[in-house]
């Protein structure tokens, strides 16, 4: 299973992640829906411009999945 579908996450695997991850072992895995929270909490933090690909797919599987394709970030 490829890191986009994974039951866990690690934030550290993608770099906007890993900088929201900064209060937390950004190397532990986290669950699929943490993830999303935390994109979806702080996502005023997230610089958007410099997203890798692996990890704008990322939120938007995550969005798709837990935001039923609605997502309360711009």
């Known amino acids: 299973m490829d890191r986009h579908h994974a039951d866990m996450i690690v934030p550290k695997d993608f770099p906007e992640l890993?900088?929201?991850?900064?209060?937390?072992?950004?190397?532990?895995?986290i669950d699929r829906e943490e993830?999303?929270?935390?994109?979806?909490?702080n996502w005023r933090h997230v610089d958007a411009e410099h997203l890798t690909?692996?990890?704008?797919?990322?939120?938007?599987?995550?969005?798709?999945?837990?935001?039923?394709?609605?997502?309360m970030f711009a």
């Open 18 to 29: 890993g900088m929201l991850a900064w209060n937390r072992d950004a190397a532990r895995p």
């Open 35 to 41: 993830a999303f929270e935390l994109y979806e909490r």
């Open 53 to 71: 690909v692996e990890e704008a797919e990322l939120i938007e599987d995550l969005t798709e999945e837990f935001g039923h394709g609605h997502r």
